[in-house]
């Protein structure tokens, strides 16, 4: 009786403990040109995202970089008013122009069909490479899902820009808005198991009595 009423919770703890899986969508590393960050549009396709990460192409060395968003186009948006700085990742080491540097940043999601600015830049020199574009908001990379678009080159920070430039790397993201648990998430479900295994103590006890 017990094992049939933890049946639920057991199936709503696989829920939270299976992630969504990861998708990468790449663009092309064709470099030629370089500065130190990019600011383009990334645009949800017909489901929510969560976008987890992603890449650039960044010459040898190690480089701090930062990362930041704002809800809506890059296009006429070139200042720092309505950008949000989400990270700011330390010793990235690049591997240098045609290939792509891997890096974790702050998850943020993006609902259907929306567009969202990312500015990637790193805070010291000109190591990231990117290619000359036909376009600003031309598509550079897409999938069913998203779509990268051609933007901005950018001095440090929201400095001078330089147009069209096709972003030279990959960003990373799972189908669903907030698709992985938060820790306030995994704290309530660990409150249920606990408040779930009380009772079903309590149930023991009143029937050996």
Do not use: C
């Not at 130190?36 to 976008?51: H, P």
């Not at 992603?54 to 890059?74: K, M, Q």
């Not at 950018?154 to 972003?167: I, K, L, M, Q």
Request: proline share 4%.
């Amino acid at each position: 009786m017990i094992t049939t009423r933890l049946l639920p919770l057991a199936a709503l703890v696989a829920t939270f403990a299976t992630p969504a899986a990861a998708v990468t969508l790449s663009t092309p590393l064709l470099a030629g040109n370089g500065q130190a960050g990019i600011m383009f549009d990334l645009v949800a396709g017909g489901q929510a995202l969560t976008i987890t990460g992603g890449a650039v192409s960044l010459d040898a060395g190690s480089h701090t970089v930062e990362v930041y968003t704002r809800s809506g186009t890059v296009v006429g948006n070139l200042t720092p008013a309505g950008w949000t700085l989400i990270s700011t990742i330390n010793g990235i080491v690049g591997g240098g122009e045609g290939t792509q540097t891997f890096f974790d940043f702050t998850d943020f999601a993006m609902a259907a069909g929306s567009t969202t600015g990312i500015y990637i830049t790193a805070v010291v020199d000109f190591p990231l490479n990117y290619t000359n574009g036909t376009v600003v908001g031309g598509v550079v990379a897409s999938d069913a899902n998203l779509s990268i678009r051609s933007g901005f080159g950018r001095s440090y920070a929201f400095g001078s820009d330089f147009s069209p430039r096709d972003f030279n790397g990959s960003i990373t993201y799972t189908i669903g808005a907030g698709a992985i648990p938060e820790p306030a998430s995994w704290a309530l479900l660990l409150a249920g198991f606990g408040l779930t295994g009380a009772v079903a103590r309590r149930r023991r006890t009143a029937v050996s009595a």
